[in-house]
């Protein structure tokens, strides 16, 4: 079975400190995808990032990166400078073939950027 | 826009009553998914279909079902309601082509329907 762990419950931050949300998954299946998804308070969820199993590259895009470690089952999410518009709460998902391509959500982390 | 189209965007009814969410998805699309997102449980995933049948179910409950028609719109009826089961409810769509091992083919997620039972 495939398991998404997100430690942290809520977080809050002053604008333009940095901020890293944690992502550790569980899985038995080698090939695998993980996600990121942003769900502001108007309710939408937005995709930020697909990670693929095989590909352990980080990626920047903005003030967004990704750090995927596959030796420690992480994929954390960091937003450096943080805005006031980044307040939102934060989904890691897990998929694979195995499971139909269904999403595997974690609890979703809250952040709040205040001013 | 993802494309995907959920109606209506908020539903407000009574417990014990029943409701029918629909769902369209970008056109060609042939799988749908349902995912619930609750306080208590989180964001999960209900059930899958794939044109027309039933692929893959989640933690869905017995008093729920879906069913997808032949136009790929989907449909999830909620029976019996409680007050538990006031949550977003999303859809989301997939392509279904021949992906490859080494590629993925992108779920896009409606704008959710909110329903609140009261």
């Known amino acids: 079975a495939q398991k998404v762990t997100q430690a942290q419950t809520e977080i809050s931050v002053v604008e333009k400190e940095d901020v890293t949300l944690d992502c550790v998954y569980e899985?038995?299946?080698?090939?695998?995808?993980l996600f990121w998804y942003k769900q502001p308070p108007s309710g939408e969820l937005v995709f930020l990032i697909r990670?693929?199993?095989?590909?352990?590259q980080n990626e920047i895009s903005g003030r967004y990166s990704w750090n995927f470690q596959k030796s420690t089952s992480s994929f954390n999410f960091t937003i450096t400078a943080s805005q006031v518009v980044d307040s939102a709460v934060y989904f890691c998902?897990?998929?694979?073939?195995?499971?139909?391509?269904?999403?595997?959500f974690g609890k979703g982390t809250s952040l709040l950027v205040t001013p | 826009d993802s494309g995907v189209t959920q109606t209506p965007k908020h539903l407000i009814t009574a417990t014990g009553q029943r409701v029918t969410l629909r769902c369209s998805p970008r056109s060609g699309d042939l799988s749908v998914y349902w995912y619930q997102q609750s306080l208590d449980q989180g964001l999960q995933f209900l059930i899958h279909y794939y044109n027309g049948e039933e692929r893959a179910k989640g933690n869905i409950l017995e008093r729920f079902s879906a069913q997808q028609f032949p136009d790929l719109h989907s449909e999830l009826n909620l029976s019996s309601l409680e007050l538990g089961d006031s949550a977003l409810y999303f859809c989301a769509s997939r392509e279904s082509g021949l992906a490859g091992p080494h590629s993925y083919n992108e779920q896009f997620f409606g704008p959710g329907t909110r329903l609140t039972v009261l």
């Open positions: 998902a897990l998929t694979s073939s195995n499971s139909g391509y269904a999403l595997n």
């Open positions: 990670r693929n199993s095989f590909d352990e």
């Open positions: 899985t038995r299946d080698t090939t695998y995808y």
